[in-house]
């Protein structure tokens, strides 16, 4: 699970945050610690923690003057929707953060605001140039007169690349509660993530979202965007590449006054083609199933957890696989798209009978829920069949859900499962969030030729 670092509800002191689930089927795990046992006086002594605090001291004083935090106003009043962070990049006044830290003025002018409060107090109004939902990023600009002479961070330049185990800094204006400066290490990106993602070992929160990480030098090397929840110092970082590229993309934009829902639709579709070329791009792994040939992704960019029952269960027997991509985008907090998620589950009902075993299995397929109309997506429409792949009977359902305000967007579920054998058969699910309708198709149909069969069982001819 991701949690997003800006601080959502502020009618709450402490202020709730918008949790995005990212790894299905992860579990709670407990870092190994050690309890009652004592550290010796001598070596907490000697432990040299004082030169990397005095780096972390020069480090927060050189940026202070270029720190904001950035607040979503209600327009008709100083109650504050959601806080975040951000930083100078010009002395004209430029600020880059997050998209989701100012979404919600991005999707509705009309009803919101956007403030900025420095860390020695001077307060102002923030105008919105451009955004990239793709990296979660925000281009804004000092409404003219404001913040002159504080100077501006600059960035790393890509031929200097960093290396595991560096020191970096994250700050921003946690919890609404003061600006802070956070130590951490720079370890790589995330492997088999679609687009490339920071991950930092530091102690980020909520609040910071926007706020730059620096290198030794004050130089950024990346955004504070997410953490991962059960886990400890497990942050993510946007590149500093791709803020600077929006910067330099859109400095001398005009200031957005209109729902931004056409740019993101823009933006959406350039991405989902992409994500759809490249998935069907990659061939099917096996799923190791003695008599189906079922449809698992390369993980190249999703990751997959399984899980079955004991060997020494006495009714029904299964064995599940789920993968789904760990990125998704932030649209509001009430969309999230841009991913995929599939599963299957393999069934052997050979203990319960054939008639015990239908029910339980017919069951499983009805319980799959597709979705409702509801303010934001059309209710599904579905097509249902019965095919054949490579002599395998399947049922299929197809359903698309369409965004409302994003034209030629969908949703598609994609459902299957095999009605050959008595007692024995597998279930499978594909979803794909925010695709077009001729991408919904060829993911349909690349699905379903991940079904065949192995081998066919003497139970299944009968």
């Not at 209600?74 to 830290?101: I, P, W």
């Not at 687009?195 to 990480?213: A, K, Q, W």
């Not at 050979?350 to 299995?361: E, N, P, V």
């Not at 050959?420 to 058969?425: F, L, V």
Request: with cysteine; charged share 20%.
């Amino acid at each position: 699970m991701l949690i997003f670092l800006s601080v959502l509800k502020a009618r709450q002191r402490c202020c709730a945050v918008m949790l995005l689930m990212l790894l299905a089927g992860a579990q709670a795990q407990t870092a190994p610690g050690s309890a009652g046992v004592p550290t010796p006086a001598a070596s907490a002594a000697s432990a040299p923690p004082a030169a990397v605090s005095a780096s972390a001291r020069r480090i927060y004083e050189d940026a202070r003057s270029q720190l904001l935090q950035i607040r979503t106003l209600l327009k008709t009043q100083n109650s504050q929707a959601s806080v975040g962070s951000g930083f100078l990049v010009s002395e004209d006044g430029h600020v880059l953060s997050n998209y989701h830290v100012i979404s919600q003025f991005a999707l509705e002018p009309e009803r919101y605001r956007l403030r900025f409060a420095s860390t020695d107090g001077q307060e102002g109004q923030l105008e919105l140039l451009d955004f990239d939902v793709r990296r979660d990023l925000a281009l804004l600009r000092v409404v003219p007169g404001g913040l002159k002479g504080r100077g501006a961070l600059s960035f790393r330049p890509a031929s200097s690349p960093l290396s595991k185990g560096d020191r970096i800094y994250s700050m921003g204006n946690p919890h609404d509660i003061a600006f802070a400066v956070v130590e951490g290490n720079y370890n790589g990106l995330v492997e088999r993530s679609f687009d490339p993602l920071i991950y930092f070992s530091g102690g980020i929160n909520p609040g910071m979202s926007g706020g730059p990480v620096v290198d030794e030098e004050g130089r950024v090397v990346g955004v504070n965007v997410s953490v991962m929840s059960f886990a400890q110092q497990m942050s993510f970082l946007v590149p500093g590449q791709y803020a600077q590229a929006l910067f330099e993309r859109s400095r001398n934009a005009k200031p957005m006054t209109e729902p931004a829902w056409p740019r993101l639709r823009e933006q959406l579709m350039v991405y989902q083609d992409e994500l759809t070329k490249r998935f069907l791009a990659q061939p099917w792994a096996t799923a190791g199933h003695a008599h189906y040939q079922l449809p698992v992704p390369q993980e190249q960019f999703m990751r997959c957890w399984g899980r079955g029952t004991p060997a020494d269960t006495k009714g029904l027997e299964f064995q599940r696989s789920q993968c789904r991509m760990e990125h998704a985008l932030f649209i509001s907090g009430a969309i999230q798209t841009g991913y995929l998620d599939m599963s299957h589950e393999a069934y052997d009902g050979a203990k319960l009978g054939a008639i015990r075993f239908a029910k339980q299995y017919s069951g499983s397929f009805r319980n799959e829920r597709l979705g409702r109309e509801d303010k934001y997506r059309t209710a599904p429409f579905c097509k249902e069949d019965f095919i054949s792949r490579e002599g395998l009977p399947l049922r299929a359902v197809v359903c698309l859900r369409a965004y409302r305000k994003l034209a030629g967007l969908h949703d598609l579920s994609v459902l299957v499962t095999t009605v050959d054998g008595a007692t024995e058969g597998a279930l499978g699910r594909f979803d794909a969030r925010g695709v077009s309708f001729d991408n919904a198709l060829k993911l349909s149909a690349h699905y379903l030729e991940g079904f065949a069969w192995i081998s066919k069982s003497k139970e299944s001819r009968e």
